[in-house]
């Protein structure tokens, strides 16, 4: 992740779609807008992680790009949360100047990289 990452400028990233990944728990996430950088920097660190360590959602040819807004989202919230998702009707942009490799559950921060000016 960090070589993936080196001379990276932050990224601005534009969500305009709530969605949802199907199960129960119910995962509420962000959609982020088609955009040139996060396939590639995907790419590039799939290359050098063997993929049996990654879940299978985020191994190569399979990754949905997203922000998660929500992992445990309870059954008898599960019709408010996908009412939620499917109103949304607004812009959002994030700066993101951190990459963070992650382990979950819990979420915790195996490794983070401040990305540069």
Known sequence: MLKAVAGQAPLLIEFRRIRWFEGSPLVLWAEPTPNDVLAPLHGSISAVIDPAHCRPHYRPGVWTPHCT???RIADQRR???IA?????DRR???????????AFPPVRIVSEQRLSP
Do not use: N
């Not at 939620?84 to 949304?88: I, L």
């Not at 959002?92 to 992650?102: K, N, Q, S, T, Y």
């Open 84 to 88: 939620f998702a499917r109103s949304f």
């Open 79 to 81: 019709d408010g949360a």
């Open 69 to 71: 807004l929500g992992m």
């Open 92 to 102: 959002i942009e994030v700066l993101f100047d951190v990459a963070d490799c992650v």
